[in-house]
């Protein structure tokens, strides 16, 4: 698509609900990115795929957070059992490339899913 | 230490004037380093990158870095309201590839 489209973009659910949101990266961009923010934070990096693997997995938080990206396009971002912790903007972001060079520096956002945990 | 960090501000500066925005990271092997715009309720976008050192300009904004220092710094010369944004500086960590995001600085340019 034109750009990285993000769905829902506002979620709002109850306390130890599951929730998926979900990442369709610009047509081609072979990188994507899963961030968090918070109310007047940076982002918080959670996750990044190259193509279908995750090629670093560090920020996410702890083991309710999981996130896919079967086919190398579209991702999915889930979360079990939800806190109100969780309460956040998660960003979503892709690049043509991960390696060097502007390809792989530049980061197209999308506009976010907001997730509310009530 | 945070990985990167940035003065919260919010920094305040008459329109016109030259807005001088910080930041500072501990990755010393960090490459590649980018300024980001965040406007209210919207999703960031880039406005600026750099890789070595010195200055980098483009139309009102520059960018320098000093890796010496791990210091990379953006002004706005010629503020205008519509500049009034958060920015957030990025910094691409030389282990693992990903992008890190310091908290930004809420910059208002005051009419």
């Known amino acids: 698509g034109a750009g990285v489209s993000q769905t829902p973009s506002n979620k709002v659910t109850e306390k130890g609900k599951y929730v998926e949101l979900r990442c369709d990266p610009i047509?081609?961009?072979?990188?994507l990115y899963w961030y968090r923010q918070s109310l007047g934070q940076g982002p918080e990096f959670l996750i990044y795929f190259q193509g279908t693997g995750a090629a670093d997995d560090s920020g996410l938080p702890n083991d309710r957070f999981f996130a896919v990206r079967p086919e190398g396009s579209v991702s999915t971002l889930k979360i079990q059992r939800t806190e109100r912790g969780d309460s956040a903007v998660y960003l979503c972001a892709s690049s043509l490339t991960s390696g060097q060079g502007t390809g792989a520096n530049v980061l197209t956002f999308g506009a976010g899913s907001r997730l509310t945990v009530l | 230490q945070k990985e990167v960090e940035q003065n919260s501000g919010p920094l305040s500066v008459p329109e016109g004037a030259i807005a001088s925005l910080n930041c500072t990271y501990s990755d010393r092997g960090s490459q590649s380093f980018f300024w980001y715009r965040q406007y209210s309720g919207k999703s960031p976008e880039l406005i600026m990158s750099?890789?070595?050192?010195g200055d980098k300009e483009d139309g009102r904004f520059t960018a320098q870095l000093n890796k010496a220092s791990q210091y990379v710094s953006l002004l706005i010369r010629d503020s205008q309201p519509s500049d009034s944004a958060t920015y957030l500086c990025?910094?691409?960590?030389?282990?693992?590839?990903?992008?890190?995001f310091g908290p930004g600085t809420r910059l208002s340019v005051l009419p």
């Open positions: 047509s081609g961009h072979t990188a």
């Open positions: 750099i890789y070595s050192n």
């Open positions: 990025a910094v691409r960590m030389a282990r693992g590839q990903n992008f890190v």
